[in-house]
């Protein structure tokens, strides 16, 4: 089936690192992603992992795949106000024209 | 240099009513997406054409109907609107990349409002 979860809120203090999780279901995913929604914007591609990578480094951003247990997560280091948003995950189905299957999106907030 | 655009950005209407929404991009791609946000912000897909053609098409009103007069456009025009239509329409755009890296950039979004 095709289904992706995510938890809907997180908090955490300027300076800090976030962790947001993911799970899905769909074992034949190409490509996992991570996308931002600022509010009244669209989405924007944040970073994004092959399936056949545990892990990838991008700045501050730092993605875990475990693909044994269908687990993805972002980690943001030294979160800034500025990193406030909605967080999507999104796994890429394998054949066809690539449909993404999103998460319901983690709301990210960030207080001083 | 807008890169996928949306029109118009806000639309509020009676039940009843037909509207339409456009996208353009002028990334050069060949595939377009239309997604429906609710207010608890899911993001399902509803349509994809490529190059014209309808690729996806999922459980969606036949209210709901998509066209794509050339791969830089698809609108999306919806009839007999009703109260659980509104949502934020996302347009987005991606290269046709089969069973390989696809990523979407997506328009800023179309506030519909049914009252």
């Known amino acids: 089936g095709e289904d992706v979860e995510q938890s809907l809120f997180l908090s955490v203090r300027e300076g800090d690192s976030s962790v947001i999780n993911c799970t899905y279901t769909d074992s034949s995913s190409t490509y996992l992603y991570w996308y931002k929604q600022e509010p009244g914007a669209g989405l924007q591609l944040l970073t994004y992992i092959f399936s056949n990578m545990d892990m990838k480094q991008d700045q501050r951003l730092t993605v875990l795949l475990n693909k044994k247990d269908k687990h993805l997560s972002l980690r943001i280091a030294d979160t800034q106000t500025g990193d406030s948003a909605i967080y999507f995950c999104a796994e890429g189905l394998r054949g066809g024209y690539n449909k993404l299957i999103f998460g319901a999106g983690t709301r990210l907030a960030v207080h001083p | 240099d807008t890169a996928v655009s949306q029109t118009p950005k806000y639309l509020v209407t009676q039940m009843g009513n037909d509207k339409s929404i456009k996208c353009e991009q002028n990334?050069?791609?060949?595939?377009m997406y239309w997604y429906k946000q609710d207010s608890k912000k899911f993001l399902k897909i509803m349509f994809s054409?490529?190059?014209?053609?309808?690729?996806i098409n999922e459980t969606v009103p036949n209210r709901f109907s998509p066209k794509s007069p050339d791969k830089a456009h698809l609108n999306l025009h919806i009839n007999s609107l009703e109260l659980g239509d509104s949502a934020v329409y996302f347009c987005a755009s991606s290269l046709k990349a089969p069973s390989s890296y696809n990523e979407q950039f997506f328009g800023p979004g179309t506030r519909l409002t049914v009252l």
């Open positions: 990334l050069g791609h060949d595939t």
């Open positions: 054409y490529n190059n014209k053609e309808l690729i």
